[in-house]
């Protein structure tokens, strides 16, 4: 059982499509995260939200727009998108923003998205 | 620009013996690394951790060395199991800490 959720598990698009991913923990997390993976490479970090408010944007293109409602729940929205963009969508929490060494990233089970 | 490297796409031993797995990394302001591990159609899962003021930590059958000169570090399991087959990801922090790194993964396959 993951303590992290996400929604859907699997996701088809058209590149006009508009689409939401998303996350939800209950743990009290106070950072969340959305990773990117595409096959046989790392998980690279998109954005990360610090106690609802976003700290981190690795240059993602606008396409992509996450939105963090409330400390529970974390949306990525999806507009737009090109083919490339198929891929392992991750959702993580942890329970202080950085500071690793305490507080780990626990996962979810991600959204494979493809484009066509 | 990969910071975190695994070289070693996969590997496979035999049930009982000892996995290394192995993992290097570039920058030097990392000071915090960790394992996690991967089953298919699951999200990545916290295995265990080692701060840059220690060389080794060990949690049960899982060990993990770090030689900070070498900016290198690898994790042990003995002795293997077949349900430790999994895709085992490296990762580092440091600098800023808010972001966390991962190499490509290592897939080890534990036989029977």
């Known amino acids: 059982d993951t303590e992290v959720t996400q929604t859907p598990k699997h996701l088809v698009m058209g590149m006009t499509n508009k689409k939401s991913l998303k996350c939800e923990q209950h743990?009290?997390?106070?950072?969340m995260y959305w990773y990117k993976q595409k096959a046989k490479k790392p998980p690279e970090l998109m954005f990360v939200?610090?106690?609802?408010?976003?700290?981190i944007n690795e240059s993602v293109p606008s396409r992509f727009s996450p939105e963090c409602p409330n400390s529970s729940l974390l949306n990525l929205h999806l507009h737009a998108l090109q083919p490339e963009d198929s891929a392992l969508y991750l959702c993580?929490?942890?329970?202080?923003?950085?500071?690793?060494?305490?507080?780990?990233?626990?996962f979810g089970n991600g959204t494979r998205l493809t484009v066509t | 620009d990969q910071q975190v490297k695994q070289n070693s796409p996969s590997l496979s031993v035999q049930e009982g013996r000892i996995s290394i797995l192995n993992c290097d990394y570039t920058n030097s302001m990392f000071d915090y690394f960790l394992w996690y591990k991967k089953y298919p159609a699951e999200g990545p899962t916290f295995l265990i951790s080692i701060s840059s003021i220690k060389d080794k930590n060990e949690d049960g059958r899982f060990t993990v060395f770090l030689n900070k000169s070498a900016k290198h570090l690898s994790l042990h399991i003995v002795p293997s199991q077949p349900g430790d087959s999994a895709v085992y990801f490296c990762a580092a922090s440091g600098g800023n800490n808010n972001d966390m790194r991962f190499g490509a993964g290592t897939r080890l396959t534990v036989k029977p």
């Open positions: 993580a929490s942890s329970q202080v923003p950085g500071h690793f060494a305490i507080a780990p990233l626990h």
């Open positions: 939200y610090s106690y609802e408010k976003l700290s």
């Open positions: 743990m009290g997390h106070r950072a």
